[in-house]
């Protein structure tokens, strides 16, 4: 009767309704303050999450209980690698009230000071993938994911420029849906990042569609380079700073071993070797995003455009100029015999003339010393 106070046994068959603020003041205070208490709202009742006779404990509530009304996010939520790792016994794994925050007090995406506020996810996310510790146990690849986030071109834009536009933890991995990159499902699968990016970086996702890399992986080459190659995953930083552009020459070494190898026997090469970017790198003659083929005529490396593109730096540049080989290879005879002869002659021209005056210095030392003897 402490709940039916005012029910006579027998009961009737429709009970008085239950007041459970008489007990639970504090919890209905933080309820009228949160998304669940709002007058606009399909807000739940106490029963509807606590059960009626068989009341429970806020611990001992699972996702069923969220399911009777947000039944779309949970089935999502069950597909993810969240609710995976918990079935399999991972308890630290996330749950609704990880995220969204204890349901009294649980508040609207919205407002500012929910936890799933655009400035607040990343911040909420790192409840779990900020601890090394943690990644190590679950095996999850990259342990302070959190720390090279915030030093982010996007971290920043968050937390020192407040940008609701800046992308967060949910725009690349999802809310509820979160998976593993290994599945093809999953926004950060290989195949899926260029159309994750896109969704902000729509310009750029054109373009790079239309590239030999795009064409690739639209034909599911998983080999060919998606932006997380070149800009990272996480760490992504601006890419006017000379550490990323000269990091970026080797990134597209790492596919063109042999193109990178001729660029560094180049003037171009030899300088951003030693630091320096103010001379050609690769993504001023090919272009960053939109990379074609020569053989295209859109290329900024065909025939048609190479003068123009030389220009960029070398503004009296001619056909004539445009005739230079950046990535001519004297070692193949095949493709550059001309350039394989000469490297031959000045070679030996070289060895010849070495080999001529460190003669001419074996026989002339015992004359030398004979002289400075009879002195």
């Known amino acids: 009767m ?3 106070r005012t029910a006579t046994a027998p009961h009737a068959e429709r009970l008085p309704l239950v007041r459970c603020a ?41 996702i069923e209980s969220c399911a009777t009304c947000h039944a779309r996010q949970v089935t999502l939520y069950r597909e993810s690698i969240h609710a995976r790792s918990r079935q399999r016994g991972d308890s630290q794994a996330a749950t609704c009230r990880s995220c ?8 609207a995406k919205t407002d ?97 569609a239309e590239s030999v890399h795009g064409t690739h992986v639209a034909k599911g080459n ?19 700073g000379a550490p990323w552009q000269l990091e970026a020459i080797r990134e597209c070494g ?18 951003t070797a030693l630091g320096y970017t103010r001379v050609a790198k690769c993504s001023d003659c090919h272009g960053a995003h939109t990379i074609l083929p020569p053989s295209d005529p859109r290329s900024s490396v ?10 960029q730096c070398h503004l009296q540049a001619t056909a004539a100029f445009a005739e230079f080989h950046p990535h001519a290879d004297h070692r193949n005879k095949a493709r550059f015999p001309r350039l394989y002869y000469t490297y031959l002659f000045m070679s030996g021209l070289l060895v010849a003339v070495l080999a001529s005056f460190g003669l001419h210095a074996v026989l002339w ?11």
């Open 100 to 107: 969204h925050g204890e349901a009294h007090v649980l508040l």
């Open 302 to 311: 065909s025939p048609g455009k190479l003068v123009a593109t030389c220009r």
């Open 2 to 4: 402490a709940c039916h």
């Open 222 to 240: 998983l080999k060919a380079p998606v932006c997380t190659d070149c800009h990272s995953a996480h760490q992504i930083r601006r890419v006017e």
């Open 365 to 375: 030392l015992p004359r030398s010393l004979v002289e400075r003897l009879r002195r």
């Open 254 to 271: 790492t596919c063109h071993e042999e193109s990178l190898k001729t660029y560094r026997d180049t003037f171009h090469g030899k300088v």
């Open 112 to 208: 500012a000071r929910a936890p799933t506020y655009h400035l607040n996810l990343p911040r909420t996310c790192a409840q779990c993938h900020a601890d090394p510790e943690l990644a190590k146990r679950y095996n999850i690849p990259v342990g302070n994911v959190y720390q090279l986030y915030m030093d982010s071109i996007h971290g920043r834009a968050l937390t020192r420029s407040g940008l609701l536009v800046a992308a967060n933890c949910s725009d690349c991995h999802g809310a509820h849906d979160i998976r593993p990159p290994t599945e093809a499902a999953s926004r950060v699968f290989r195949a899926n990042v260029p159309k994750t990016c896109g969704a902000c970086h729509a310009g750029i996702l054109a373009a790079y």
């Open 22 to 62: 008489e007990c639970h003041a504090k919890a209905r205070a933080a309820l009228s303050e949160g998304v669940h208490g709002s007058a606009k709202a399909r807000a739940p009742t106490c029963a509807g999450c606590h059960g009626t006779h068989a009341v429970g404990p806020v611990a001992t509530l699972g």
